[in-house]
């Protein structure tokens, strides 16, 4: 199956003559799959679907660890269901003071669902550190990017009432940064079938 991914540089409820186009060749075969995605409402509710299945252990996983000279190390796991690859999940380190977790969310070898969370720490004082986190979220239908949203946050240590990642306001930002993102994706996308550990993902 052949999957055409085309990204288009816009803002939340505007369009843009601009546009990136990625054919993206994926062998997995569909199963059985819900509706087609038409709205932002159909993304929640496949992407509740999808962690849902997976918190119960209703899907199967493969996975891989790889330490890039000690400087980036991380872990790939990758969920199927039915033989369809529905999320790939990057859990990984750069340094000592900063760690990520992107997760890529598909529908019939499809892109729908970008969800980063980033996370930079750093001292205030001798008895305290800091962490400064950044939430990107990326909806997707027929191919385009439509809803673009950016939420960051800090938690101070020893502090009372830290924030939470579900409080605060996202803000809407340019949907142009999803090339590097699809950048990434391509690459993970292509080592899904990765036994073996290994030391570079870009070796």
Not at 20 to 29: G, R
Request: glycine share 2%; charged share 30%.
């Amino acid at each position: 199956m052949t999957v055409f991914i085309t990204f288009f540089s816009c803002k939340e409820n505007s369009t843009s003559a601009d546009k990136t186009t990625v054919v993206v060749k994926s062998p997995d075969n569909s199963s059985e799959t819900l509706p087609d995605l038409k709205s932002i409402d159909d993304i929640k509710m496949e992407h509740s679907y999808i962690t849902s299945k997976i918190e119960s252990g209703s899907m199967d996983s493969t996975s891989f660890d790889y330490n890039c000279k000690d400087e980036k190390n991380g872990t790939l796991i990758y969920f199927y269901e039915k033989g369809q690859l529905r999320l790939i999940k990057h859990a990984y380190n750069e340094y000592s003071h900063f760690s990520a977790t992107d997760e890529y969310f598909l529908k019939d070898g499809a892109l729908f669902f970008v969800f980063y969370n980033h996370l930079v720490w750093s001292f205030v004082n001798h008895n305290q550190t800091k962490d400064d986190i950044t939430e990107k979220r990326f909806y997707i239908i027929g191919n385009r990017p439509i809803k673009c949203l950016q939420k960051k946050f800090t938690i101070l240590s020893n502090a009372k009432d830290a924030p939470k990642s579900n409080m605060g306001s996202d803000k809407a930002i340019e949907c142009s940064s999803l090339e590097p993102i699809l950048e990434d994706f391509e690459l993970l996308f292509k080592l899904r079938k990765q036994k073996e550990d290994l030391l570079c993902l870009e070796d």
